[in-house]
Every structure is written in structure tokens, then in C-alpha cells.
């Protein structure tokens, strides 16, 4: 699941005009809480290869 609502969060967060709120939209989709999301898409980010 974590990796789904990271595909997400990606997504939605590259338009600047969904970005406000989008934790809030994928964790109701989801059933997952927003600071849960947020804290695991920031885990995400630190994993990452850098570029």
C-alpha cells in the first residue's frame, strides 16, 4: 500500500494545482490517515537514488 499512495502522492504533487490537500485526498481514497502518507512519502523521498 505504501507504495501505491507513494505513486500518488507523486503524481497528484507534480500539478501545482492539486498539490494543496493532496495527502488529505489519497488518505481518504486509501483509508490511510494524512501524516501517516506524509511521513511515508518523506521516508520515500530519502530512499530515493539521487539523481
Not at 11 to 22: N, S
Amino acid at each position: 500500500m505504501r507504495g501505491r499512495a507513494d505513486r500518488m502522492a507523486v503524481e497528484v504533487r507534480r500539478d501545482p494545482a492539486t498539490r494543496a490537500g493532496a495527502y488529505g485526498r489519497i488518505g481518504e481514497q486509501l483509508g490511510v490517515h494524512p501524516e501517516a502518507l506524509r511521513t511515508w512519502f518523506q521516508q520515500a523521498e530519502l530512499d530515493r537514488p539521487p539523481r
